[in-house]
């Protein structure tokens, strides 16, 4: 197993959990299939990699907005400004570490609809880790594919 990946046993055997942490008043440790709970949303992506040129996979799976909001982000959802100090930061089991920001993937703001992908090209992530599905990007480095850790972070107020 590679180093960083948490592995429960099922009767499906062996599922990666992925933990939810941060400003989060319910932090949690997922697995693929507890991603199953939110409603799917299906993505045909075409992104390009330096070395390798122009790829394409179909994902299946959650809105990482809805994972997140169900998980309780420390901010005041009533006062709109309060979300846009929030940041995002995605691990994969390899160390590969992405940022987002809260305002990217807000409905009331950028609205990019990134995906917790839970299937690549019809085959299941239960044992990998779901990845990281951003449709807009033109390139591929921010498809993080086995996420161990998402991590929300309020702590940027502003400069006073
Ligand atoms: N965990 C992890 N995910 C990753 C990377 C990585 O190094 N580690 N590389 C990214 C880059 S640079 C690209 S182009 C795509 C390639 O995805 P593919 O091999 O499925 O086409 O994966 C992305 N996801
Ligand atoms: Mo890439």
């Avoid at 429960?8 to 400003?23: K, M, R, S, Y």
Wanted: charged letters at 20%.
């Amino acid at each position: 197993m590679s180093q960083g990946l948490a592995a429960v046993g099922t009767a499906a055997g062996l599922v990666a959990e992925f933990a939810l942490a941060g400003d989060l008043t319910r932090p949690a440790r997922l697995t693929v299939p507890d991603l199953l709970a939110w409603p799917q949303h299906e993505a045909e992506v075409s992104f390009e990699c330096a070395p390798s040129g122009i790829r394409h996979h179909r994902f299946t799976g959650p809105l990482l907005h809805d994972v997140l909001a169900a998980a309780g982000p420390g901010f005041d959802p009533a006062r709109r400004k309060d979300r846009l100090r929030f940041l995002i930061a995605v691990s994969g089991t390899d160390g590969h570490h992405v940022l987002l920001s809260w305002g990217e993937i807000d409905p009331d703001f950028g609205r990019a609809p990134v995906l917790l992908a839970v299937t690549i090209d019809g085959a299941p992530l239960d044992r990998t880790g779901p990845q990281l599905v951003l449709p807009q990007d033109r390139c591929g480095a921010r498809h993080i594919s086995g996420i161990t850790a998402i991590r929300v972070d309020g702590g940027y107020p502003a400069w006073t």
